[in-house]
């Protein structure tokens, strides 16, 4: 095979199928075959141009693919374990240099070139930066770990994004919080991943306005599934935490209400940037509630080695619905996504191309 297929998100919502040559890996890098590619909010959000600089770009980045060609030098993964062809991989959707000040500061999820190969045109060499397509280029500094033989790819797709992120939302959680009672607004991917993953936090609480997440949500042991909140009142609170999952502006304005005096907002799931994607609340109420609020944007290499190693085990994240399309049906599929179908919408381009 000398070519592949993109899919390209236009900036006036149409998506484009282009196809490309399949360009040798440069060293340290890889080029993959899609398996599987999940359909994140973010890439919903992108979709309907929530994004304020994303336009003509090859969407996805929650995946598992798997290694057709190396540049023929040694490979490892963050573990250390070697990597060659058939080998297959989640790895990290952003780059970390290693040299900028962030990562030299240890916050290597913050790198300043965290996105130089994400979100790009797959009219930009090497044209397979985003996982909606065929093939994946994998580049030097984007850390990957090896998938374990018998993992399916439903799970290991959710691996490099909904669970290694839901993991680092835990891990901003301050442990003296913990024993309390603990809120999850979103019970999409990432907000049933961070339950997962929070196994420390003795009880949650999951909300979400759609009945068919709080269905998934109610098979978690250590959560109860909730379809309203009630009024806390303007300085009240129910929550020492609220993990905010959820990707609307408003999702804050409510966990403002339910977090207790001196608790913790963590914000993860809202992350448009739009001057439409406002909200209204008054700024003296995080002042006279002491509230402490923590932001998690991406996550490190410990998250990911842990979020396979999480799926590697017996998890409640197994029971989560899946619903596949072809490459071909993306728009069904981004519409199915929208409409919260399923507890994850998934392409996988094998059901295009009848196996590699």
Request: charged content about 20%; proline content about 6%.
């Amino acid at each position: 095979m000398t070519t592949g297929v993109t899919v390209n998100a236009l900036a006036d919502g149409g998506l484009e199928r282009r196809e490309h040559a399949l360009l040798p890996p440069r060293p340290g890098g890889a080029l993959l075959a899609v398996e599987r590619a999940n359909i994140c909010g973010s890439d919903v959000h992108v979709w309907r141009g929530g994004h304020p600089t994303l336009h003509d770009c090859v969407l996805g980045h929650e995946f598992v693919g798997r290694i057709v060609r190396t540049d023929g030098s040694p490979m490892v993964d963050a573990r250390g374990e070697p990597l060659s062809e058939g080998d297959r991989l989640v790895c990290t959707y952003f780059r970390v240099c290693g040299s900028c000040a962030m990562c030299a500061l240890g916050r290597t999820h913050l790198c300043e070139r965290a996105y130089d190969s994400w979100g790009h045109s797959s009219l930009r060499r090497p044209h397979f930066r985003g996982a909606f397509a065929s093939h994946y280029q994998l580049h030097p500094e984007q850390i990957r770990v090896k998938v374990p033989a018998g993992m399916p790819s439903e799970l290991a797709a959710l691996a490099n994004c909904a669970v290694a992120q839901g993991l680092a939302v835990v891990d901003a959680i301050r442990p003296d919080l913990v024993d309390g009672p603990c809120l999850v607004i979103g019970a999409g991917a990432l907000g049933l991943a961070t339950v997962a993953g929070g196994s420390a936090v003795a009880a949650w609480d999951v909300y979400d306005r759609v009945p068919s997440r709080r269905r998934i949500a109610e098979r978690f042991p250590n959560a109860r599934s909730l379809g309203e909140v009630s009024s806390a009142g303007t300085l009240g609170g129910v929550y020492d935490v609220v993990v905010v999952a959820a990707g609307s502006p408003e999702s804050f304005v409510t966990a403002l209400e339910q977090v207790r005096p001196g608790g913790q907002i963590v914000m993860m799931g809202i992350i448009n940037t739009r001057p439409t994607d406002t909200v209204s609340f008054i700024p003296g109420v995080l002042t006279r509630k002491g509230v402490t609020v923590t932001s998690v944007i991406r996550y490190q290499q410990r998250h990911l080695i842990a979020a396979v190693d999480l799926l590697s085990g017996p998890t409640p994240l197994r029971e989560i619905p899946l619903a596949d399309y072809a490459l071909d049906d993306i728009d069904d599929a981004l519409a199915a996504a929208e409409r919260h179908e399923s507890g994850r919408v998934s392409l996988v381009p094998d059901l295009d191309r009848g196996g590699l």
